[in-house]
């Protein structure tokens, strides 16, 4: 048995969850074995138990909650969270507060309440591992080293599938243009925020939690090759980065490993693909999206919760053909300038600022729709 197979058998799927999707829940469930799974929304909850246990799972849950209820209840070492949006906030404070390890795949939990789920972390003494390609190559780049030695984190971006056109061009994308991806595969919520660069934004957000940096020390550069995931300038002026061919295997592995790097060959990378490296200066003001992100930052206490939170219903409605591509930024600037950001920090405030910002979003999308010029209602 080879070295990698050795390590890879100290891996067990103890648990797998899904929002809605059944039948690959179910269909994942025969493959692995699980003990335990959950499903958020099933279409028949009494059907769904029953072809559960039929494959010999355990422990199902299912309904509102039904992902933090397994996170809190099940036994498992590490919490892979890869749950879209702000519903990941709750299973990852579950796993933290059992001092589990949670490798965090999912940008919004940290964005919506970064300060109270570090607290949970800090207090329970639980870890997390970002999963995320440009926090995991930011998170390897800082192993061994000092925060107080950090000039600056560049944070790559491909630059999406629209880099360089104008505003009279984006305002007729269409939806599968914005699907469409040059780089990674991704579901339609992370694909459209690629193609706005709020993703760049939420990941600014992010890294200001996760690393305890300034927002001043942080910049996002484009970086068409996508083989640099992510670098660090330190006060003397040298840089670390982290190089490979694009290809999320490898974070994961990365994050389920650690504090080991384990030897394997999912992800090869060829010298060849190094030759030639291309940087762009990123103009904030010429994304509104990844501007509206920075100044939820600047703003602060539930801000970045209301930006988030508008913005998947901005890209939902994108996506369903309810609102344009330029109209994805008119919804964040409603909800930034309509919902109050005062916080006392608490779950309760957060989900609060959470919910009130999808109802200050959804108001926008009505008057979009409508014809009317949003905030005149």
């Known amino acids: 048995m080879s070295v990698a197979q050795e390590q890879a058998n100290k891996l067990r799927i103890a648990g797998l969850s899904s929002a809605s999707r059944e039948e690959e829940l179910l269909s994942l469930s025969e493959k692995f074995r699980p003990e335990s799974i959950a499903l958020a929304a099933p279409l028949d909850p009494v059907r769904f138990e029953k072809r559960a246990a039929s494959l010999g799972v355990r422990d199902v849950f299912t309904g509102v909650g039904a992902l933090a209820k397994q ?32 490798a965090l795949a999912n940008k919004e939990t940290l964005v919506a309440a970064g300060d109270l789920v570090l607290r949970v972390s800090r207090e329970n003494r639980g870890t997390i591992i ?7 190559a930011l998170f390897q780049c800082l192993v061994g080293e000092k925060l107080e030695d950090i000039r600056t984190l560049w944070l790559t971006a491909s630059g999406g599938p629209f880099w360089g056109r104008t505003r009279e061009e984006l305002e ?36 200001v939690q996760l690393f305890g940096v300034p ?27 982290q190089l490979s061919r694009p290809d999320m295997r490898l974070p994961i592995l990365y994050a389920l490993s650690y504090p080991e790097r384990w ?79 005062a916080t006392d920090g608490s779950l309760a405030a957060t989900l609060a600022a959470d919910e009130a910002a999808r109802a200050a979003a959804h108001e926008a999308v009505k008057e979009i729709t409508a014809g009317i010029p949003v905030g005149t209602c």
């Open 71 to 102: 996170a809190d209840t099940m036994d498992y070492d590490v919490l892979v969270n890869a749950v879209s949006g702000s519903a990941g906030i709750l299973p990852t404070l579950a796993a933290l507060k059992r001092g589990k390890t949670v």
């Open 130 to 136: 970002p999963v995320d390609s440009e926090h995991s």
């Open 172 to 207: 007729h994308v269409t939806v599968s243009e914005a699907l469409s991806h040059p780089t990674w595969a991704m579901g339609p919520k992370n694909t459209v925020d690629s193609a706005t660069l709020f993703n760049k934004g939420l990941e600014v957000m992010e890294a």
């Open 215 to 241: 927002l001043s020390a942080i910049k996002v550069v484009r970086h068409r090759q996508s083989v640099i995931h992510s670098m660090v300038e330190f006060h003397d002026g040298s840089f670390k980065a």
């Open 263 to 341: 030897e394997s060959s999912l992800v090869e990378t060829s010298c060849s693909v190094l030759e030639s490296l291309h940087f762009d200066g990123v103009n904030p003001q010429e994304f509104p999206c990844l501007e509206h992100a920075l100044n939820a930052i600047r703003i602060g206490g539930a801000a970045p919760t209301i930006v988030s939170a508008a913005d998947e219903i901005a890209v939902k409605a994108f996506v369903e053909g309810k609102i344009g591509f330029t109209e994805i930024e008119k919804v964040l600037k409603h909800a930034l300038s309509n919902v109050n950001p």
